[in-house]
C-alpha cells in the first residue's frame, strides 16, 4: 500500500529543507521573515533548561534579523538567536517541527497537529455543541401577504 501521508511529510520536510538552506547561503533580504514552531519537549530537540521552562511544550522561533551559525543537517538544524540579548543556540529536529511560514510571501505549511491547535479545535467543536439562544430566522419566513390569487 502506498504511504502517501509518509511521502507528503517528508517532502514538506525538504521545502523547508531547501528554504534553510536557501537562508544558510544567501541570507534574507529585508522583507523575508520565518516563523518556525516546533515542540520543545522533544527528544531530539536541544534548547537551554531556562527555554523549555518557559515553553515546556512548544515554541516558535523567528528568523529574520538576527541570526547566527545556521547549520542545515540531514535530521536537524541549529542555528544561535539572541533572546533578551543573550545568544542562544538551539538544535531542532525535523520531526519536532509542527509549522513554518513567511509571512511577507504569504506562505506556510503545517506539518502537524499541535497539542495547542488540538485543544482549540476540542474548544471550538464543544462550543458548537452547545446550545446557543440564538433564534434562526430562516425558519421564519414571511410569506407574501399582498397575494392576489
Known amino acids: 500500500m502506498i504511504q502517501y501521508q509518509q511521502i507528503l511529510d517528508k517532502n514538506m520536510l525538504n521545502v523547508l529543507k531547501d528554504i534553510l538552506k536557501n537562508i544558510r547561503d544567501n541570507?534574507?533580504?529585508?522583507?523575508?521573515?520565518?516563523?518556525?514552531?516546533?515542540?520543545?519537549?522533544?527528544?531530539?530537540?536541544?534548547?537551554?533548561?531556562?527555554?523549555?521552562?518557559?515553553?515546556?511544550?512548544?515554541?516558535?522561533?523567528?528568523?529574520?534579523?538576527?541570526?547566527?551559525?545556521?547549520?542545515?543537517?540531514?535530521?536537524?538544524?541549529?542555528?544561535?538567536?539572541?533572546?533578551?540579548?543573550?545568544?542562544?543556540?538551539?538544535?531542532?529536529?525535523?520531526?519536532?517541527?509542527?509549522?513554518?511560514?513567511?509571512p511577507s510571501a504569504n506562505f506556510g505549511l503545517i506539518l502537524k497537529k499541535s497539542k495547542l491547535q488540538k485543544i482549540s479545535k476540542k474548544k471550538l467543536e464543544d462550543s458548537k455543541s452547545k446550545k446557543d439562544n440564538i433564534i434562526n430566522f430562516s425558519n421564519y419566513k414571511k410569506t407574501n401577504l399582498n397575494n392576489s390569487d
Not at 522533544?42 to 516558535?60: A, F, G, L, R
Not at 543573550?86 to 531542532?92: A, P, Q
Open 27 to 102: 541570507g534574507l533580504s529585508k522583507y523575508n521573515h520565518l516563523y518556525i514552531t516546533f515542540l520543545t519537549n522533544h527528544q531530539k530537540v536541544v534548547v537551554p533548561n531556562w527555554i523549555k521552562e518557559k515553553y515546556d511544550e512548544e515554541m516558535t522561533i523567528v528568523i529574520q534579523y538576527e541570526y547566527y551559525d545556521l547549520e542545515v543537517n540531514k535530521n536537524n538544524f541549529s542555528i544561535t538567536l539572541s533572546f533578551s540579548d543573550i545568544k542562544t543556540n538551539l538544535i531542532i529536529d525535523y520531526n519536532s517541527i509542527i509549522s513554518f511560514a513567511d
